[in-house]
């Protein structure tokens, strides 16, 4: 099967544009998941949807950020505007279901540097 | 505070001996712990996981981790390791509710393997 498909694999910006990351995740999974890693930290929670709603969204840094899932199947993160302290890589992951100890699978990411 | 720690950035081995990547984690309750490594360019593969039951688990590409209660980690081993071993290393623990897959990560091990 194939697996998650992240594009862009890298955009570069400068800071106060906007940029769009797309997710698709594998074909079937209801759970999809944003994660971000910045330079040299841990890899942070952003958010999970549960086919078009979201799950939770606690890790989303600020509203300039806005997930969507139209349909249930891929998704998009938007930020609008980017500031510098946004650039690192950002992974999605999907699963056919949330039981805790299910394996999440992820994208090769998108690194996103702001100018 | 829910948390993973892995306290070395950089380990090195050489091919052909044993290897150990250091966790460790704070969490409420009983944990589920996961190990995915990351090669260049690619993203976040699954190793193995701990869910219950034996406290040694093993996973893929010959790697094992052990779980210890008391001292609340757990280890990344390989009896012999390989230059192809070479990449970074995440630890993570999942937390949250029954219905949701949310992973906290350690900031990463980068694994170096000399021949």
């Known amino acids: 099967e194939a697996g998650v498909t992240q594009f862009p694999s890298h955009s570069v910006i400068e800071k106060g544009q906007t940029v769009t990351l797309r997710c698709d995740p594998i074909?079937?999974?209801?759970?999809l998941y944003w994660y971000r890693r910045v330079m040299g930290k841990e890899i942070k929670f952003l958010l999970h949807?549960?086919?078009?709603?979201?799950?939770?969204e606690s890790g989303m840094p600020n509203n300039r950020f806005l997930a969507e899932r139209t349909g249930g199947t891929y998704s998009t993160l938007k930020v609008q505007p980017a500031e510098l302290e946004d650039s690192g890589v950002y992974f999605c992951?999907?699963?056919?279901?949330?039981?805790?100890?299910?394996?999440?699978?992820f994208g090769a990411g998108s690194r996103l540097t702001v100018l | 505070a829910q948390s993973v720690a892995q306290p070395e950035d950089q380990v090195n081995v050489a091919e052909g001996n044993p290897l150990t990547v250091k966790c460790t984690y704070s969490?409420?309750?009983?944990?589920?712990l996961f190990w995915y490594v990351q090669y260049p360019n690619r993203g976040l593969q699954f190793l193995l996981k701990y869910i219950t039951g034996d406290n040694l688990v093993k996973g893929s590409y010959g790697f094992e981790a052990e779980f210890n209660k008391s001292q609340t980690s757990f280890h990344l081993k390989k009896p012999s390791a390989l230059v192809s071993d070479s990449a970074l290393y995440f630890c993570a623990v999942r937390v949250g509710s029954y219905n949701t897959d949310k992973l906290i990560f350690g900031t990463g091990t980068r694994l170096q393997v000399f021949p």
């Open positions: 992951a999907s699963s056919g279901s949330a039981s805790g100890a299910n394996v999440l699978t």
């Open positions: 969490v409420s309750g009983n944990p589920y």
């Open positions: 074909s079937g999974h209801d759970n």
């Open positions: 949807f549960v086919k078009e709603s979201k799950q939770d």
